[in-house]
């Protein structure tokens, strides 16, 4: 019975007398209430983000890292120097990539720069809301703002990629 049948309308069930026993047999069928907008729309919403879960990455990542600064916050927020301190270390390795050996592309350079400047914010968003809280209002649009570009980068990269690969194939 692969299809999902709805019992009818009577509730009442009747049961042949048993031997033996001289109780009646009680049974109790509780109807089930059809699925409400509501949850109707909540199912949709969440079989959507469920077949596109791998496109919404960035924004997962940045939640948890949302939640997680403010669990650190509340329970020792002098963590922030030690973050302050790793928060330099993409833009110092972008420059140290880039006394070593210079890239031969101009795109592969701007693409490197991008990625050290917005790791390097990221960094600096992470020790800052460490130590004042992710819910203040300038931090809290910093993340909302960080979080908007890394969703916007990935889904571009992930065209772009999607599309030189048909075109290779």
Do not use: D, Y
Request: charged letters at 15%; proline letters at 6%.
């Amino acid at each position: 019975m692969s299809r999902r049948t709805r019992p009818s309308a009577a509730s009442t069930i009747h049961i042949p007398r048993q031997r033996g026993r001289r109780e009646p047999v009680i049974l109790v069928v509780s109807s089930e209430p059809s699925l409400t907008l509501t949850s109707r729309a909540a199912l949709a919403v969440g079989r959507w983000a469920w077949k596109h879960r791998l496109s919404w990455a960035p924004t997962a990542i940045a939640t948890v890292l949302l939640v997680v600064t403010g669990a650190v916050h509340l329970i020792e927020p002098r963590t922030a120097w030690f973050l302050a301190a790793l928060a330099l270390a993409p833009a110092g390795l972008w420059a140290w990539g880039m006394l070593r050996r210079r890239p031969t592309s101009r795109q592969a350079v701007l693409w490197r720069a991008v990625l050290a400047a917005f790791t390097t914010a990221v960094g600096a968003w992470l020790a800052l809301a460490v130590w004042f809280a992710p819910t203040r209002p300038a931090l809290f649009t910093a993340w909302t703002v960080l979080t908007l570009a890394a969703q916007v980068a990935w889904l571009v990269a992930r065209r772009m990629t999607l599309v030189s690969e048909k075109e290779s194939a």
